[in-house]
């Protein structure tokens, strides 16, 4: 029981230091940025507009005052622990006064939404096919199955979006190109909204699914390769237990174990969005919102935004470290 | 063999559910975007993208959510509006909210302005002189509205209302220009409605949600995740400005983040979107060979509407390798515009030997009046005096096209004028050469030396795929400059960095523009007096917007001055301005390249009456223009289902 807490201490000390360095330099890394985003303001703001310069000087001071950018960096630093340890990232500056949180609560539920689906669909097949590909070896199916998979696997997931819209976008127009639901719909618990939202998100879905099931397949059938000539498997087969139940049973079942761990991670990341299928998509996710921040030199949206990738990466992790030795006993804890 | 009929057996339900899925999508149509009826909507193209605040309306404080969603074009309005093109039915100023012009008193330090009557705002309220005295005198103690706030605490001593449809502006001192702020090029001041925002304790910090609008639609609907903005035609138009020119045609105007251009392409080409605000040249091309249903502001090449905007070479004029004009000029006769154009934009722009975008009415005020002057200009090289402008520049580059693009490039030479442009500098090396020697610069070793002997190296700051249009054309420079023997190359930087560098003269050469006018209208205060030597930035302190190249010239500020002292509508105004654009040539503090093509696509499935350059040129087509208003009265339905 000791060595178990000493355990979970150790790893969630791990965990609290992972957060701490990861949200500093994320701090560092945008302060150093040679963006200034009361220039962007300016620049967006007097872009189309007559501009007398001393109107400019004193719209310059009044936005230095309002997004609240006075002080030195350690005074800044400070405030920004403050509003962290409260959850609060301050009003986003390109999206001034609106708070980031709300911006990213906005966000947050499509991009799990659509990268929740789009992994476990992706773990899902890319395991149950590599698993059937690595078993059945001599399966035509099967290895073609591997050939479209290893081929579509390089190829960037934006080439494979723009592919499926030009099939399914214009070709044979049966998808809808953009957005998350139909125009002149407001969201809520009905069917038509939610239908929409399904359709909408085929398109975006497959394009992560088609990219992301490669690498899954290609564990698992590696993985299920070198355990069908474990001793084990050679006895059950002479044993005369059925092939299904080997399969189910004896291979999958450990050759398991590192694609679960990989996904756990991989789900800790969809945090991060899809910036490239979000963009290409319009799909209304924290991927697009963390490009638009930083295009934008928007400090509070870049650092909300990062910082609940690097908790939610970090507690992925500490959560598998933990679980780790609940589901192989071989692993010890320390 | 039986594994593999076992495995299809398990693919089975697998491969008939997706089948499912397929037939039960054919019923989606692909046109099908909206529940609205498609035939009473125009659907629009914001290129602001994805709104984060899609539910903030307050357009008067610090990065109000939107603009181009449709709330500057179709809810606000203010005073006056200039067309950047030939305006509605010829007449290029506009009064909107005012009756009148802006009368002035003799020194410039009052403006008054007489409201046209029987204007309501969307709940019915009627619109009067209160409702622009709170706006400017909220403004006046709001920091907050942070938008306008400057421009009005700068100017404006205090504002009366004589009675109610007059509005006395008393200003802090002479302006000749203060309508400007009322006078939409793009946007301008709005007004805002003091029975809402005066029950505001912070109307910085009022939503404005639904906003009250003014111009003749309503908000219908938005997405609350920033994708879409729809507008209604209000049930009492006829109370709004744009009444004058009959009823806006599209019932429901939707204003859509449509994605990157080649998205844009097919949903047009699907008729999903009826206005695209901006596409490369070259989705452009696809979209003109493939579209049977397009209309452009020109109707063959260039395709795209010219922005009254110039890109440049813009130097940084206070560095000591550019103080000297002969090192400028030898720089400007380094270039080849042909070649440039081609890279920039295959083409398809107006090519400007002047310091004034070419388009609008800027052809008619400045280049055919200067073109004899353009012709007879001469630069003493220290060796020889010669003719640089080559009047057919223009027509070389139609003729290069021509092979290429066939019937879609003018032959008339007045077309070729109007949309490819008259003519540049010719390319002259020998000149160039001996240029940089009156200035001192020396090549030896084979590198070109300063009079100081240290190393000439120029480095051209672009914006890289953000603008790629600049980005190309900075790079063939950049090289046409190596060709020659200069050390120099391209600095790529996105486009908020370029606007923290910019602003503090942290470049060699920036691809860029710091002139931007009227279009219609032949005034230039609306840059040019941000220009004065009064407004320039010591090297390494920030400089205001627009004199990037931080050139200061007290025969710039005679002209500035000038035009300060002469109203809006004197005809000194053009004279003044041809000798801007004179002293530009001379001087060549920047060196002009070609107008700002925006290629604006229009689809004529459900709506046709667009704007367009040779029979209608009513307005500006681009659609994130506040201008863009008059379209809707303008547009009229096929009644395509």
């Known amino acids: 029981m ?21 949200i500093n330099l994320t701090f560092l890394i945008i302060h150093i940025s040679p963006i200034d985003p009361v220039e962007a303001s300016v620049s967006a703001m007097t872009a189309f507009s007559s501009s007398q310069p001393e109107a400019v000087e004193l719209l310059r001071k009044s936005l230095r005052e309002l997004y609240g950018l006075q002080g030195t960096l350690f005074d800044q630093y400070i405030v920004f622990w403050k509003r962290i340890l409260v959850a609060d990232f301050g009003p986003s500056l390109s999206a001034f006064p609106t708070p980031v949180s709300t911006l990213i609560g906005r966000a ?43 081929a579509l696997n390089p190829v960037p997931y934006y080439i494979v979006a723009f592919i499926l819209l030009i099939v399914f976008g214009y070709l044979w127009p049966i998808l809808p190109l953009t957005g998350a639901y139909e125009m002149n719909m407001q969201p809520g618990y009905r069917l038509d909204f939610i239908l929409s939202v399904v359709v909408h998100s085929l398109l975006p879905i497959l394009s992560l699914v088609l990219v992301g099931i490669g690498g899954w397949f290609l564990g698992m059938r590696a993985l299920v390769s070198n355990i069908v000539t474990e001793d084990y498997v050679v006895y059950a087969e002479l044993g005369g237990v059925s092939r299904t139940r080997i399969l189910a049973s004896y291979v999958m079942r450990n050759a398991l174990m590192p694609q679960v761990t990989g996904l756990a991670i991989v789900l800790g990341s969809i945090f991060n969005g899809a910036i490239i299928t979000e963009v290409v998509f319009g799909y209304p996710g924290l991927g697009r919102l963390l490009v638009s921040g930083v295009e934008s030199g928007d ?33 010890q804890a320390g | 063999m039986l594994e593999e009929r076992k495995l299809m057996r398990m693919l089975k339900p697998l491969a008939m559910l997706v089948g499912a899925m397929v037939l039960g999508l054919q019923g989606y149509a692909a046109e099908d975007v909206t529940s609205l009826p498609r035939n009473q909507t125009l659907i629009v193209d914001n290129p602001e993208g994805t709104i984060r605040n899609a539910g903030w309306f307050n357009i008067w404080a610090a990065n109000g959510g939107g603009l181009s969603t449709g709330l500057q074009q179709l809810g606000m309005d203010t005073f006056w509006y200039i067309d950047p093109d030939s305006g509605i039915n010829n007449q290029v100023w506009d009064n909107s909210l005012a009756s009148d012009p802006p009368i002035y008193n003799k020194d410039f330090t009052e403006m008054t302005v007489k409201l046209r009557k029987g204007l309501t705002w969307s709940d019915g309220v009627e619109f009067t002189a209160d409702d622009v005295v709170y706006t400017i005198q909220e403004h006046q103690k709001n920091e907050g509205l942070v938008n306008w706030h400057p421009a009005v605490s700068v100017n404006v001593d205090s504002v009366s209302a004589p009675d109610k449809y007059t509005v006395v502006f008393k200003l802090k001192k002479p302006n000749s220009r203060f309508h400007a702020l009322f006078t939409v090029r793009w946007n301008a001041m709005w007004m805002m409605p003091k029975h809402i925002f005066e029950k505001q304790s912070d109307p910085a910090k009022y939503d404005f949600n639904p906003p009250v609008t003014i111009g003749s639609y309503k ?26 020119f009959g009823e806006p045609a599209p019932k429901y105007v939707s204003y859509v983040d449509s994605g990157p251009p080649e998205k844009r392409v097919i949903a047009q080409l699907n008729h999903q979107l009826d206005i695209i605000h901006d596409l490369s040249p070259e989705a452009m091309f696809t979209l003109a060979k493939q579209s049977k249903t397009l209309v452009t502001w020109f109707k063959g090449f260039p395709y795209a509407h010219p922005d009254p905007t110039l890109p440049m070479v813009i130097f940084n004029d206070q560095l000591d390798k550019f103080k000297n004009p002969d090192v400028r000029w030898a720089l400007a006769l380094l270039i080849d515009i042909k070649a440039v154009d081609m890279a920039a934009y295959r083409g398809a722009a107006t090519i400007s030997a ?49 092979p290429s693009y066939g019937a879609a490039i003018p032959s008339d030479p007045a077309a070729i004028a109007r949309s490819i442009g008259m003519g540049w500098w010719k390319p002259n090396p020998q000149a160039a050469t001996e240029l940089l020697e009156k200035a001192g610069f020396k090549h030896e070793g084979g590198k070109w030396l300063m009079p100081d002997g240290k190393p000439f190296t120029i480095k051209i700051l672009v914006e890289g795929n953000a603008r790629s249009i600049m980005t190309n054309a900075g ?24 606007d923290t560098r910019r602003p503090l003269g942290d470049f060699d050469v920036l691809l860029g523009w710091s002139v931007e006018t009227w279009g219609g209208h032949p005034d230039l205060s609306f840059f040019l007096d941000s220009w004065h030597s009064e407004f320039v930035a010591k090297p390494g302190e920030r400089q205001a917007p627009r004199n ?25 105004g053009l004279e003044l301005g041809q000798e801007y654009a004179k002293l530009m040539v001379k001087e060549m503090p920047v060196i002009p390249l070609m107008s700002y093509n925006v290629f604006t696509a229009m689809d004529t499935k459900y709506w046709t009456g667009y704007p367009n350059a040779e029979t209608d040129p009513y307005t500006d087509p681009v659609p994130n223009w506040a201008n863009s208003r008059v379209m809707m009265v303008k547009l009229k339905p096929t009644g395509a289902n």
Not at chain 1, 3 to 22: A, S
Not at chain 2, 475 to 496: C, H, M, R
Not at chain 2, 556 to 561: A, G, N, P, R, S
């Open chain 1, 2 to 22: 000791r060595t178990i807490l000493l355990h979970i201490l150790r790893r969630f000390g791990q965990f609290v230091l992972v957060v701490f360095i990861g």
């Open chain 1, 108 to 150: 947050l539920p499509w991009t799990v939404g659509l990268l929740l689906v789009a992994t476990v669909l992706s773990w899902v097949f890319g395991n149950l096919v590599g698993g059937l590909a690595g078993y059945y070896r001599n399966s035509r199916f099967l290895k073609l199955a591997g050939v479209i998979f290893m």
């Open chain 1, 299 to 331: 400090y509070s949206l870049v650092l909300g935004v990062t910082t609940v990738s690097i908790v939610t990466v970090s507690t992925a992790v500490f959560l598998i470290d933990l679980l780790y030795p609940l589901l192989d006993p071989r692993i």
């Open chain 2, 219 to 244: 908000l219908h609907s938005f997405d609350p995740n920033g994708g879409w903005f729809i507008w209604e035609k209000r049930d009492d138009w006829k109370n709004t400005s744009l009444a004058r």
């Open chain 2, 354 to 402: 002047l310091a004034v975008p070419p388009t609008g009415n800027y052809p008619k005020f400045y280049f055919d009046p200067l073109q004899e002057w353009l012709k007879d200009f001469t630069i003493d090289t220290g060796k020889q005096t010669i003719h640089s402008y080559d009047p057919t520049m223009g027509q070389q580059i139609a003729d290069l096209l021509r």
């Open chain 2, 475 to 498: 790079t063939l420079i950049a090289q046409e400059w190596k060709d020659f023997g200069l050390d120099a190359s391209t600095e790529v930087s996105t486009n908020t960095v370029i």
């Open chain 2, 548 to 572: 990037w190249q931080r050139w200061s010239s007290p025969d710039l500020d005679k002209i500035i001055e000038q035009i300060r002292t002469i109203a809006f509508d004197d005809p000194k």
